[in-house]
């Protein structure tokens, strides 16, 4: 039911692209994960002509508390970060805490990994590192660049991007070596990617269409 709803979405030109009210258009809205963009977006005419508030409600219900769990974690965490009246000393632990985390998912989603391999390896991310992730880059987190500057010192990186913050190998491995649920994330991420394969390959021989059996693999 997923996979069809975001297949007559794509077919939509106009389909991902958020609704604006010129009255009231700016270019403030944070958009960073699929989560966000599926919070905003309106579904196309095709799949309903009826006014709706966004495209996730006419998900299924484990889809649709996913993306709840994701935003509701995502605002705590961006809650502990950005408190006030916390004190730097408190805010930038916190930040290096979340830094850790990160961490430790990382080496969780890739157990056979070395543990002085680069962290910036491509691995597929973890819903609770996709969180983390997107609460430490949101634009109340980066709004405090004091406290992210010292976290950066006190790891001897510079603060560019949260790649050059996780470049600094973890000193020990994480205690627990399982591996954590897959981001739902990044798996919508992929079936939009494969959606917008085209189900037929043109061999430039008389107009000849075959069928893509790559995109059907």
């Known amino acids: 039911m997923t996979a069809d709803l975001l297949e007559v979405q794509s077919a939509d030109r106009m389909g991902w692209f958020l609704p604006r009210d ?30 709706q508030d966004a495209l996730f409600r006419l998900l299924p219900p484990g889809m649709r508390s996913c993306l709840r769990a994701h935003h509701v974690i995502r605002k705590w965490l961006v809650s502990k970060i950005v408190a006030a009246r916390l004190g730097i000393q408190t805010r930038q632990a916190r930040m290096e805490l979340l830094l850790r985390a990160i961490e430790v998912c990382r080496r969780r989603s890739d157990p056979d990994s070395s543990i002085t391999s680069s962290m910036e390896q491509p691995v597929i991310p973890a819903f609770v590192e996709a969180v983390i992730v997107s609460a430490v880059i949101s634009i109340e987190s980066r709004m405090h660049q004091r406290a992210w500057i010292n976290v950066a010192h006190a790891r ?24 954590l649920v897959t981001d739902m994330g990044w798996i919508l991420e992929r079936m939009l990617e494969i959606i917008s394969v085209p189900n037929l390959v043109d061999l430039n021989t008389e107009g000849q269409m075959l069928i893509n059996f790559d995109k059907r693999r």
């Open 156 to 179: 001897k990186v510079t603060p560019d991007s949260l790649t050059t913050f996780l470049s600094q190998p973890l000193r020990r491995p994480p205690s627990v070596m399982s591996t």
């Open 22 to 51: 010129s009255s009231t258009a700016s270019d403030e809205i944070d958009i960073q994960t699929i989560y966000m963009q599926l919070t905003e977006v309106e579904p196309t005419f095709m799949i309903s002509e009826l006014a």
